[in-house]
């Protein structure tokens, strides 16, 4: 069973928008947060913020909140992470993670489930 | 610039104990809890530690996790050859109000 299931790979050109969802299971999308996290080519985990599945509620990181947006559509249990303004550094792949409703619980008990990841190119 | 410093590398023999230090400030690791994650070559990280110590059910006894003060560590005992990956810290820092990962440690069992 596939908890969290990523949408396919984009290529993409400096100065557009991407949006990549996340079908998540109805438990998980009733009962959890989502969490994105991005991981550029040969380099290490960033995290970019959360969104509450049953209720919408968000939280981006000062790096990115000025350019991205997460959302949730409620008749398709999908999350969902738009970046605008893009720019090569943002070529990454962008993984969606299952996390606990609050902050608290978020940050006691981490991210247990992730999905494939999607591949997000951007170049000229 | 990640907050959480790891060593870039580490390797051992089949076998060995291997320890990942993490390293952090009063605001993240200081704080809060410390998470750790394993990612096999080619593939999406997964949660090996929570709550500074525990492990997930599936994960084996062979990795454990502590930490002391601004400090953790994930050691892996009886190394073997399928945990060579890339291990990443978290915790959450108090003044960014942001989670924090570190830059990871990449294991080779030779």
């Known amino acids: 069973q596939v908890h969290l299931l990523q949408s396919e790979p984009e290529a993409k050109r400096p100065g557009a928008s991407v949006k990549v969802s996340c079908k998540a299971s109805?438990?998980?999308?009733?009962?959890?947060?989502i969490s994105w996290v991005r991981q550029a080519p040969g380099q290490g985990l960033e995290w970019m913020g959360w969104v509450i599945g049953h209720n919408g509620n968000t939280h981006y990181t000062q790096k990115f909140q000025h350019r991205v947006t997460m959302t949730t559509d409620t008749s398709t249990t999908t999350v969902y992470m738009e970046l605008r303004s893009l720019v090569y550094d943002d070529t990454a792949i962008y993984y969606c993670?299952?996390?606990?409703?609050?902050?608290?619980?978020?940050?006691?008990?981490?991210?247990?489930?992730w999905g494939q990841g999607t591949t997000v190119t951007v170049s000229s | 610039q990640s907050m959480l410093t790891q060593p870039p590398s580490l390797s051992g023999t089949p076998g060995q104990t291997v320890s990942i230090s993490c390293s952090g400030s009063r605001s993240n690791i200081g704080g809060n809890y410390v998470c750790w994650y394993q990612q096999l070559p080619g593939a999406a990280p997964e949660l090996l530690i929570y709550r500074d110590r525990l492990r997930p059910s599936g994960v084996p006894d062979r990795f454990s996790g502590s930490k002391s003060d601004t400090s953790a560590s994930l050691a892996i005992s009886g190394l073997r050859s399928e945990d060579e990956a890339d291990y990443f810290c978290a915790a959450w820092d108090d003044s960014l109000n942001a989670l924090l990962l570190g830059g990871g440690t990449k294991v080779t069992v030779l």
């Open positions: 993670a299952r996390v606990g409703r609050t902050r608290t619980t978020m940050a006691r008990d981490g991210m247990d489930v």
């Open positions: 109805d438990n998980i999308f009733r009962n959890y947060g």
